[in-house]
């Protein structure tokens, strides 16, 4: 289903150009819950935002579905993600501290027109699957910050992706809630059958749930990583 091949990305640097990513290649099954790991700073959000339409890789291609990316103008970036199925969450969560969990659920459905009564069914039903149910009127300032990231994944599953972008979902939670929200992604993938792309520094919590992946290198090379998830 997503298919990277030969990606190069480059940065200017005080003494030259820094290669982030070097010859990276990788294919990602339909449905599949995939790892992208490596320590901080080897390219692994570069990569994610390449993959998400953000960046532009220098040479390389992306295909999604058949679908060469790669190429497109990141000007519409918004709109072909929506047309291809992706949707992303980053770093921070970007909720708006202005909307309860419920309101920042029912945004993109609310930008895409969906009528409110259909948007703010959709919206309950997520943050039920998400266990927030009882949370869903509470403002960002008043919630933990894993029940931020399931508010976070619950407005990105709510307008049907096919393919979901987890940029270290885990990396600012305790250990205990982190493997909360794994086991909460591979549960939602279960259920939607969306294909799962996790960014993280934390390996040993991610290969909980995955079974292939990639190790990015400081170089910018990466190396395919292949393991059964442990049960």
Known sequence: MITVEHLC??????????????????????????????PSGVGKTTLLRCLSLLEKPDSGDIFIDGEKVSSLDGKN????RLRLGLSVVFQGYNLLN????????????????????????????????????????????????GEKQRVAIARALVTEP???????????????TATSI?????????????????VTHQIELARSITR??????????SVEVKEDAVN
Not at 77 to 80: E, I, S
Request: glycine letters at 8%; one cysteine or more.
């Open 98 to 145: 202005s909307r309860t969990a419920l309101g920042n659920v029912m945004l993109p459905l609310e930008i895409r027109r969906v009528p409110k009564a259909e948007a703010r069914s959709k919206a309950k039903e997520l943050l039920k699957l998400t266990g927030l149910e009882s949370r869903q009127d509470f403002y960002p300032s008043s919630l933990s910050g």
């Open 212 to 221: 292939r992946g990639i190790f990015m290198c400081p170089n910018g090379k």
């Open 162 to 176: 096919r393919v979901l972008l987890l940029d270290e979902p885990t990396s600012a939670l305790d250990r205990e």
């Open 9 to 38: 990305k480059s940065y200017n640097g005080p003494h030259g150009p820094i290669k982030v990513l070097n010859d990276v290649s990788f294919q990602v099954e339909r449905g599949e819950i995939f790892g992208i790991y490596g």
């Open 182 to 198: 794994l086991q909460l992604v591979e549960k939602l993938n279960r259920i939607y059958s969306v294909t799962v792309l996790i």
């Open 77 to 80: 970036a918004g709109h072909l």
